[in-house]
């Protein structure tokens, strides 16, 4: 059976119920970042696997909740995630560097607010940002990402579009 993931970032204090329906199906929800109220985690429905990084908007308490960076494994895919990111071939300072070291199969990080999928051939990993679930930011279209992890493999990836920012 896949692990089934949702991945989301910037919800800068919202999340709906059109977001939370595409939460419901899935094993693991991942945050990368920019949660802002705490009611935004609470709100997630109950029993999944959560997996959340702080952002540069979330508060001390949030801090002291998630960490900076988190680094596991599920299905054999080895998965890095942190806030700011930047993106290939030009991440933010000291970021190629922590990707090296830790070698991971997928790269995570939020921040931009524009969702963007691409393979890093010079990392040898895949880079994936979310773009946003909030209302906060210049993005036009708020968007999630949906995918399966088996057996060492990303499978099944799909963007969500959850509709324009302020509608």
């Not at 988190?70 to 300072?93: D, N, S």
């Not at 199969?105 to 990993?125: M, P, Q, T």
């Not at 909030?134 to 579009?161: C, P, Y």
Request: net charge neutral; charged share 25%.
């Amino acid at each position: 059976m896949p692990t089934k993931v949702a991945l989301i970032s910037d919800s800068h204090s919202h999340i709906d119920e059109k977001t939370l329906s595409f939460l419901q199906d899935v094993d693991e929800i991942w945050h990368a970042g920019d949660i802002g109220n705490r009611d935004v985690m609470e709100s997630l429905p109950k029993g999944k696997k959560i997996r959340a990084v702080f952002g540069n908007i979330d508060d001390l308490e949030s801090q002291s909740i998630y960490p900076e960076w988190a680094f596991w494994e599920t299905e054999g895919v080895k998965i890095l995630m942190t806030h700011i990111g930047g993106k290939p071939p030009r991440y933010a300072k000291g970021v190629k560097s922590k990707i090296k070291e830790s070698n991971p199969d997928l790269f995570i990080c939020g921040h931009s607010h524009i969702c963007k999928v691409e393979y890093d051939k010079a990392l040898n990993c895949l880079y994936m940002n979310p773009g946003a679930i909030g209302q906060q930011g210049f993005h036009q279209m708020r968007t999630l990402l949906l995918f399966d992890l088996e057996a060492g493999n990303i499978k099944n990836l799909k963007v969500v579009e959850l509709g324009k920012r302020g509608k």
